[in-house]
């Protein structure tokens, strides 16, 4: 089965972050990176631009609206997913707590719907 792994963080505390200890949490993901690829579980993942350069796009009453900007303000911002392959939702929650430790933020673990609109 399918899990994207979604990993937030405070924007303004990476920006701010000494760059000694910018590089250390950087050289965490390249080994998580490369642990998840070896062991054949990684299908997929990157690193998003900040939020600054997000637009977003809605209909309402059949006309697009388009905006500057994340969808929602919130403390913590999308900033990269990892898409796995897990035989089960421990084995993904397994990947998602490896990720968490090395880079020190939150990941949320959604497994793909089997059909669509599920």
Wanted: contains cysteine.
């Amino acid at each position: 089965m399918q899990y994207l792994c979604l990993i937030y963080d405070d924007e303004s505390l990476w920006a701010n972050m000494p760059e000694d200890e910018r590089n250390a949490v950087y050289n965490e993901y390249i080994g998580f990176t490369q642990s998840i690829k070896d062991s054949g579980h990684h299908l997929g993942g990157d690193a998003l631009q900040p939020t600054s350069t997000a637009t977003s796009v809605r209909v309402r009453n059949g006309e697009t609206l388009v905006t500057d900007g994340p969808f929602a303000e919130t403390k913590e911002q999308l900033g990269g997913y990892y898409l796995v392959e897990a035989k089960d939702v421990d084995e993904a929650l397994d990947w998602a707590q490896k990720c968490a430790q090395a880079c020190g933020e939150a990941v949320e673990v959604r497994p793909f719907a089997d059909e669509p609109g599920n």
